[in-house]
T-cell receptor, first 113, second 114 residues
């Protein structure tokens, strides 16, 4: 079955703009989470959604937001982009259940210039 | 405050030898630990996990050891192969409260030399 799909794969934005990234989880997975990967910080947890509700949120400013739709697809939005937002944004999905494996997509590479 | 630490940014090992990747954590609430492997331009791939009620879990060439009293875990790869060259992330979860929130370490870049 298809894996976690993220679009777009690569994008370049200008400081001050906003960006929306999309994630389609594995079919049947209802939990979707987002991570930011930067060279110095590793993978940082952004937020997690289940059944259209945000269950967890990491330590990121309010410029970072997300949502989940009824079909479990998710989007994250970053407003007023800063140079430091340049990173790989990873989406992950899993079945409901604590020990279920979390599967990652290939990520969206965002460059802010 | 980094709750999951991987103090070795990189490691080089000869093909066929053992690779040992180390990880320390500070949060005693963590009760489930995972290792992920990541190639450039790809998402992390799940490798192996261990519950805090165990001290060892094996899957083929990969073994994870957990020392709860020391808040330390390690991943052993035997024998190491060139295809194992990647960044390895140690990760931890608090299954009681955190749903799918996973705390990752900064990663260790493993190079297996043919």
């Amino acid at each position: 079955k298809a894996g976690v799909t993220q679009t777009p794969r690569y994008l370049i934005k200008t400081r001050g703009q906003q960006v929306t990234l999309s994630c389609s989880p594995i079919s049947g997975h209802r939990s979707v989470s987002w991570y930011q990967q930067t060279p110095g910080q590793g993978l940082q947890f952004l937020f997690e959604y289940f059944s259209e509700t945000q269950r967890n949120k990491g330590n990121f400013p309010g410029r970072f937001s997300g949502r989940q739709f009824s079909n479990s697809r998710s989007e994250m939005n970053v407003s007023t982009l800063e140079l430091g937002d340049s990173a790989l944004y990873l989406c992950a999905s899993s079945l409901q259940g604590a020990r279920n494996t979390i599967y990652f997509g290939e990520g969206s590479w965002l460059t802010v210039v | 405050d980094q709750q999951v630490k991987q103090n070795s940014p990189s490691l080089s090992v000869q093909e066929g030898r053992i690779s040992i990747l180390n990880c320390d954590y500070t949060n005693s609430m963590f009760d489930y630990f995972l290792w992920y492997k990541k190639y450039p331009a790809e998402g992390p791939t799940f490798l192996i996990s261990i519950s805090s009620i165990k001290d060892k879990n094996e899957d083929g060439r990969f073994t994870v050891f957990l020392n709860k009293s020391a808040k330390h875990l390690s991943l052993h790869i035997v024998p190491s192969q060139p295809g194992d060259s990647a960044v390895y992330f140690c990760a931890a979860r608090d299954l009681k409260t955190s749903y799918d929130k996973v705390i990752f370490g900064p990663g260790t870049s493993l190079s297996v030399i043919p």
